[in-house]
């Protein structure tokens, strides 16, 4: 059997093992927000925005920043159909409902103008998500919440990286979310971040972040809203302080593996990798491939043929309309057909060419035999 080839593992270093040993023996007391301090500086720094609120998700993120913009009961919040659970759970969660839209073939991601189809008077907001480091049309959808008066939000959990006209991910609408899961390219174990250019909006959620308890407050333990508990802790801001001081060599890691795949697999017909348009970066956290309908190539035997190599190989999201708690939206036709005839490959940061050349040749074998 050969080595098994996983799809995802963090990149830790000894910088990461100090700083996660100093908050273990020496964050508490005064010390007790040293570290997640000085992470919402350093990722504010990097992201080019003006504040920043670490949370334990990027679900908490989104979802406090959700509540300070309003939404509630009613309202309409539109977002692509493709997408994790976990983009649409705080809409689900606040009393709203997700508007599932199709998604654009060469981004993957929302499209314009099935959004701007989508709005109704109920409409609060448009969910942008850069899903597997890929950017939605962000031009499109800031002009679009522009002529409509609605906001744009951005869920940026999956574009650590990814750079519209030199605007990083995240830093465009009027709050964006990201994840530090042990998956991304960036990581605290679990975690998140809540980031806004807007100072009202951030001191709205920096009282819900701290159960509804406003910073001016002088009573103490007096909090003037219900709000939420969605803190990170010291000690895995401490490991975010030690990877965000190595976010450009992370970063960089991330798309020389995406290169060497687009290397490894040009010219193979019918089959296309993450795009990355002119003025954009891609952050390429999770390097995927997706197969022409007519190539007959499907998810199924995607996952078959990377099973027997013994490699580690993650589906393409489902619509999330196609979940048994939503109602179906098949008209949603591109995000109903993509995820069977698609497959996210392995990107860990010390992959080695040969691991990397084992993957493709999966790729270009079934490329091979479907032509």
């Not at 999956?158 to 979310?177: K, L, T």
């Not at 798309?255 to 687009?262: D, G, N, S």
């Not at 697999?265 to 990355?276: I, S």
Request: proline share 6%; hydrophobic share 40%.
């Amino acid at each position: 059997m050969k080595p098994r080839i996983l799809y995802t593992k963090p990149s830790i270093t000894e910088r990461e093992v100090v700083y996660a040993t100093d908050a273990a023996q020496n964050g508490w007391g005064e010390r007790c927000y040293e570290y997640i301090n000085r992470f919402e500086q350093q990722f504010a720094t990097h992201l080019g925005v003006a504040h920043a609120i670490a949370t334990s998700s990027c679900t908490g993120a989104l979802h406090m920043g959700m509540a300070a913009l309003g939404i509630g009961p009613g309202d309409e919040v539109i977002m692509a159909d493709t997408n994790w659970i976990a983009s649409a759970a705080p809409i689900v969660h606040l009393g709203a409902k997700p508007v599932f839209v199709d998604i654009r073939p060469d981004s993957w991601c929302i499209d314009p103008a099935a959004a701007e189809a989508a709005i109704t008077p109920r409409t609060k907001a448009i969910l942008a998500v850069h899903i597997y480091g890929n950017l939605c049309d962000m031009d499109a959808l800031l002009d679009l919440g522009r002529r409509h008066g609605i906001p744009v939000i951005e869920d940026a959990a999956e574009a650590i990286g990814s750079q519209h006209r030199g605007r990083r991910a995240g830093s465009m609408g009027v709050f964006g979310s990201f994840s530090f899961h042990g998956t991304k390219t960036l990581t605290t174990g679990e975690g998140g971040m809540f980031v806004t250019q807007d100072p009202a909006l951030y001191e709205r959620v920096l009282t819900l972040s701290n159960h509804g308890r406003a910073r001016g407050q002088t009573k103490q333990f007096w909090p003037d809203v219900v709000g939420y508990k969605y803190k990170m802790s010291n000690l895995q801001a401490a490991i975010g302080c030690a990877q965000v001081e190595r976010i450009d060599a992370l970063i960089a890691r991330k798309r020389e593996i995406f290169q060497a795949y687009r290397q490894e697999l040009r010219g193979l017909p019918g089959v296309h990798l993450n795009p990355e348009p002119p003025g954009t970066v891609n952050g390429a956290w999770m390097p995927t491939v997706v197969f022409d309908a007519e190539t007959g190539v499907t998810r199924e035997a995607l996952q078959q043929a990377f099973a027997a190599e013994n490699v580690d190989a993650r589906v393409f999201f489902h619509p999330l309309s196609s979940l048994p708690m939503f109602d179906d939206c098949p008209q949603n036709r591109l995000a109903w057909s993509i995820p069977g005839r698609a497959i996210n490959l392995p990107s860990y940061h010390d992959m080695t060419a040969p691991e990397i050349e084992r993957v493709a040749a999966v790729v270009r074998q079934l490329a091979t035999r479907a032509s």
